[in-house]
Every structure is written in structure tokens, then in C-alpha cells.
């Protein structure tokens, strides 16, 4: 099993800056790659960044140039800036892992970001 830990979030004014961060703990080494997804009222849940564990990241088009996600041991951060109205939602940290070749999601509990002046 991989639990998550996550912190960070809150309320920021449209420009601002916030940094998300998550703590994975259990069996670490078998985690693939961690990321953020984050989920709007009303619609669907969407991945905004992800790191594998060759450091290879990905990046949702509307956020590249304003977020950067890193790694370090078994915890992620999400350094957000910029940020808009539209970055307003629920993030949550995810990991993929894999053991006996089946491969697994864990999520951690979610965490509010809210963009308004």
C-alpha cells in the first residue's frame, strides 16, 4: 500500500503564487510516477502534472509555463503560478504503483485552491 499526505492550497488572488506538496509513505518503492489532478465543480477530474521516476514530467497545455512539478525521495511538490481563476479546484496527489506486475492508483485526500479577488 502508498498512503499520500498532502498540504498546501488555500486562497490566492488571481497572479499569485501557491505551492502544493505530497508525502508518499508504505511501500515507496514500488511507486512508478506520482502527479496532481484536480477536479472543478461540475466537471471531470483532470491531470495537471506528473512526474515519473526518470523524472520525465508532463503537463496539462493550459498550465505549462506556470506550474512545475518536482520530486524528491517520495515527495512531490506543485509550485503554481500565475494562477487564475480558472485554476480554481479541488487538487488531488495521486501515485501509481506497481507490485507482482498489477499496477495501482492511491489518492490522497484533496486539497481546495481557490483563485479569486
Known amino acids: 500500500q502508498v498512503q499520500l499526505d498532502e498540504s498546501g492550497g488555500g486562497l490566492v488572488q488571481p497572479g499569485g503564487s501557491l505551492r502544493l506538496s505530497c508525502a508518499a509513505s508504505?511501500?515507496?518503492?514500488?511507486?512508478?510516477?506520482m502527479g496532481w489532478y484536480r477536479q472543478a465543480p461540475g466537471k471531470q477530474r483532470e491531470l495537471v502534472a506528473s512526474?515519473?521516476?526518470?523524472?520525465f514530467t508532463r503537463y496539462l497545455d493550459s498550465v505549462k509555463g506556470r506550474f512545475t512539478i518536482s520530486r524528491d525521495n517520495a515527495n512531490i511538490n506543485l509550485l503554481m503560478n500565475s494562477l487564475r481563476p480558472e485554476d480554481t479546484a479541488v487538487y488531488y496527489c495521486n501515485a501509481y504503483w506497481v507490485v507482482d506486475y498489477v499496477g495501482r492508483d492511491s489518492w490522497g485526500q484533496g486539497t481546495q485552491v481557490t483563485v479569486s479577488s
Open positions: 508504505g511501500n515507496i518503492l514500488s511507486i512508478n510516477a
Open positions: 512526474i515519473n521516476k526518470h523524472g
